[in-house]
């Protein structure tokens, strides 16, 4: 699966010739036990919770993964215009929603503004 991801709206030296529809990705977690008791340690004396910074990073990992699968279930092999969002989601259970999402498109290389054109 080789689909190129952009935060912008468009891919240099190429064109878009589809627009596919939003793709998205979403992962709720709550830490583990363990990370739960060494972010909670953590929080008494300062600093930087690194067990809470390795559930997010999961987080936004699968999240990823799961908008690369989307995109390429619809046929893309881009997107751009892409996003992450996070949230946390309290009450009885602590967790962390991370959400990201963006346009699929179908691009091709633009032989004529292509990236190794001099201008």
Excluded: W
């Excluded at 390429?72 to 946390?88: M, Q």
């Excluded at 009885?92 to 001099?118: H, K, L, W």
């Amino acid at each position: 699966m080789n689909i190129n991801v952009t935060s912008a709206n468009e891919f240099e030296g190429y064109r878009i010739i589809k627009h596919l529809g939003i793709v998205q990705g979403l992962i709720v977690r709550s830490p583990t036990i363990v990370q739960g008791l060494l972010g909670g340690l953590k929080s008494i004396i300062g600093g930087n919770v690194g067990a809470y910074t390795d559930m997010c990073q999961q987080a936004r990992r699968q999240a990823y993964e799961q908008i690369l699968q989307h995109a390429y279930e619809v046929g893309a092999n881009g997107i751009i215009g892409f996003r992450y969002d996070a949230s946390e989601l309290g009450g009885q259970m602590s967790a962390t929603e991370v959400f990201c999402y963006g346009t699929a498109v179908e691009i091709e290389p633009d032989e004529e503004n292509g990236p190794f054109r001099y201008r």
